[in-house]
């Protein structure tokens, strides 16, 4: 089993920056990757962006350029680095695990960003 917890998200002006984190605990050796998501009222549940156990990422075309993913193996921690923050940014952002497959098969509570115009 692996337990992940989300923190940093909150409101902000469009055009700003947040850091979310995600700390994950547990059997976290079996990770092989671990992504972002992020779903806003009314809409599917989307990829923002995923960093795999090897160090590849790739992100979602809407944040390209203006989010960055990346880890603290030392802390088992996965940050999301999110900057020029627009409107349609707002929604909860998950943080995911991935240990087999192409499925991610655990997740955090998630966090709300709000980005305001």
């Known amino acids: 089993q692996v337990q992940l917890g989300e923190s940093g998200g909150g409101l902000v002006q469009a055009g700003g920056s947040l850091r979310l984190s995600c700390a994950a605990s547990?059997?976290?050796?079996?990770?092989?990757?671990m992504g972002w998501y992020r779903q806003a009222p009314g809409k599917q549940r989307e990829l923002v962006a995923a960093i795999t156990s090897g160090g590849s990422t790739n992100y979602a075309d809407s944040v390209k350029g203006r989010f960055t993913i990346s880890r603290d193996n030392a802390k088992n921690t996965v940050y999301l680095q999110m900057n020029s923050l627009k409107p349609e940014d707002t929604a909860v952002y998950y943080c995911?695990?991935?240990?087999?497959?192409?499925?991610?098969?655990?997740w955090g509570q998630g966090t709300q960003v709000t980005v305001s115009s």
């Open positions: 995911a695990a991935r240990v087999a497959g192409a499925k991610y098969d655990y």
């Open positions: 547990g059997s976290i050796f079996s990770i092989n990757a």
